[in-house]
Structure formats: structure tokens, C-alpha cells
């Protein structure tokens, strides 16, 4: 028998334009999952975080990863999961891929690490198909390296990490309004307008020089987005005068996290990102909307064993 207590951070995805290809990983949000492997088959997951999970096994994104684990190594056994800390799901913060990246991270430990990083990550993509029918990597990739992540591309995975200019802060607020990532993907055309593309991959290039040259400038122009942001802003109340004040304010950009109802806003010194949670804070109020603002680093850390 073998118990680890493994962590994931929270992440935010696409970060303007890198739609499903580029996310980068927080500093103190995340999941905390105990495992315990020993013989025999089958998974027991019990939540003790005190955040609504749902009861049935088959409802929960820590299931497929366990399972496709089993199947690209070829191993067996019982594992036991206890859920400890839980990121809020729907935060848009990457609550699902947490959990998918310490399930995929703590079952690499507790069986000898029999699968390298990328195998991990698409391992932990198995849950996000779960969680949002889709099978991307943009949470689970900087959640499980850290830092921020490109997926060069998905057949087969390519994975690239960025380098990350010191200081940066992300503020994200979470107000109170709910939008499911299955919907905030449903709602978005099946084509992308020439137009719409030549500014979008644009936008992805000026985002990875930036990040390579330290150019904080370059990656404020280059987040933007001009294939999700423009369906998916509808659900957030007030979001371009929200950008304007935030933008004003020193911040280096603002997009929605993920596929939202969070917003984030990209800062290089940590009193424009505390300014920044005060804006959003009081932007949502004015509004009857509650809402949660984190400020966080930027962390290269990614999944990362707390204990065994
Ligand atoms: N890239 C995904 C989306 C991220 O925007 O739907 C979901 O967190």
C-alpha cells in the first residue's frame, strides 16, 4: 500500500488569443487530493473538501483519468482518493483540470512514474472531456507543468513552455453568475472569418515573442481575442467598461478566463493587480453582482508532491 498527497494549481486559459492552445498556471489556488493505491481493483472517492462535488463516480473527472492512467500503462490496482482542497467549480479558474492533474500526477507517484509529462497530460484530458466535452489541454498542460503552456499542437500533443517575464500578476474576479464550460463551447460558430484568423494568429505570435523577448507591452497588445471573446462577453455585465477602467488603471490587458464568467487582468507589479481587484470589485457591485477577486503570481510551478 502507498498514500501521496499531491497538489494542482488553479490556471487560466487562453489567455486572449491562444484559444485552447496556450494557459498559465497560479500560485496558490489549487486541488489537494490524498491517494492511496493497494491491491485489487476499482476507485473510491470520498470529498472532504466541504465544496459540492457530485456523488455519483462515473459525474466525476477524477474517474476517466484514473482509468485511462490504467490503460496507457497497463497496470491494476485500488486507489482511494480523498478529496481535500477543491478549487470552486465553474470559477473558471480551472477547477476541473486541478483535480484531473493531481488525479494524473498522483497516480504517476503511487505507481513508480511510469509516464513522462506529456503522457500526463493527456491523461488529465480525459477528465476535461468529461468536464466539458472537449479534449483540451490549456488547463491541464500548466497545471501539471507549471509556468506558462503552448500546445504547438494536439496530433500528437506538442507541448511548449514559455518563459515567463518576472513579476507577473494575474487578477481574476469571479462574479457570481453561472456559465457552464459545455454552453460557453456550444455557443461559438464552427468557422472563424479570414478576418478574425489573420488577427488572431497575429495576436499569438506578438504574444510568444513578447513572452521570449520580456516585452510586457508586446504581450498586453497581443491579448486579445477575436474568436471566443466576442460571443462569450454577452454573459459577463459590462465587460468592455470593465477593460477600459482596468486598462486605464495600468493593467496590461483583460480577458475572460477560460471559458469564464471569471475575468482576468494581466499586471507586472503587484499594487496595479491589487488596483485591479478593487476596479472589478466595485465594477460588479455597481451591478448587484457578488464576487471573489484573487491576486496571484504567475507560478512555474506546476503539480507537485506535498507529501508521502
Ligand atoms: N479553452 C477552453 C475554452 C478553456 O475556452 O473553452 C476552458 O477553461
Not at 497575429?202 to 474568436?227: I, P, W
Request: hydrophobic share 45%; glycine share 12%.
Amino acid at each position: 500500500m502507498k498514500s501521496v498527497r499531491v497538489f494542482a494549481p488553479a490556471t487560466i486559459a487562453n489567455l486572449g488569443c491562444g484559444f485552447d492552445i496556450m494557459g498559465l498556471a497560479l500560485d496558490e489556488a489549487g486541488d489537494v487530493l490524498e491517494m492511496t493505491a493497494s491491491a485489487g481493483d476499482g476507485l473510491c472517492i470520498t470529498n472532504e473538501s466541504g465544496v459540492p462535488l457530485p456523488g455519483d463516480p462515473e459525474a466525476n473527472v477524477i474517474t476517466p483519468v484514473v482509468r485511462k492512467f490504467f490503460i496507457m500503462t497497463g497496470l491494476a490496482g485500488h486507489v482511494d482518493v480523498t478529496v481535500r482542497r477543491k478549487i470552486y467549480p465553474g470559477s473558471g479558474i480551472g477547477s476541473s483540470a486541478a483535480s484531473c492533474a493531481a488525479a494524473a500526477f498522483g497516480m504517476n507517484e503511487l505507481f513508480g512514474r511510469p509516464l513522462g509529462a506529456t503522457q500526463l497530460v493527456e491523461c488529465a484530458m480525459e477528465g476535461e472531456l468529461l468536464a466539458s466535452g472537449g479534449r483540451h489541454a490549456d488547463n491541464v498542460a500548466p497545471a501539471l507543468l507549471g509556468g506558462i503552456v503552448l500546445i504547438r499542437g494536439y496530433e500528437p500533443l506538442d507541448l511548449v513552455r514559455l518563459p515567463v517575464p518576472e513579476g507577473f500578476y494575474c487578477t481574476v474576479v469571479h462574479p457570481q453568475i453561472v456559465v457552464s464550460t459545455k454552453e460557453a463551447r456550444e455557443i461559438l460558430p464552427k468557422a472563424v472569418p479570414m478576418h478574425d484568423a489573420v488577427a488572431q494568429w497575429g495576436n499569438v505570435g506578438g504574444l510568444v515573442a513578447g513572452l521570449y523577448t520580456g516585452d510586457v507591452a508586446l504581450v498586453g497588445r497581443a491579448m486579445k481575442d477575436s474568436v471566443a471573446e466576442p460571443y462569450r462577453k454577452r454573459f459577463i455585465p459590462g465587460f468592455d467598461v470593465l477593460r477600459e477602467e482596468l486598462l486605464a488603471a495600468g493593467a496590461l490587458a483583460m480577458n475572460i478566463s477560460g471559458s469564464g464568467p471569471s475575468v482576468f487582468a494581466l499586471s507586472d507589479k503587484r499594487e496595479t493587480a491589487v488596483a485591479a481587484g478593487e476596479i472589478m470589485k466595485s465594477h460588479f457591485a455597481s451591478m448587484g453582482v457578488g464576487c471573489s477577486i484573487y491576486v496571484e503570481k504567475v507560478s512555474a510551478t506546476g503539480a507537485k508532491l506535498l507529501s508521502e
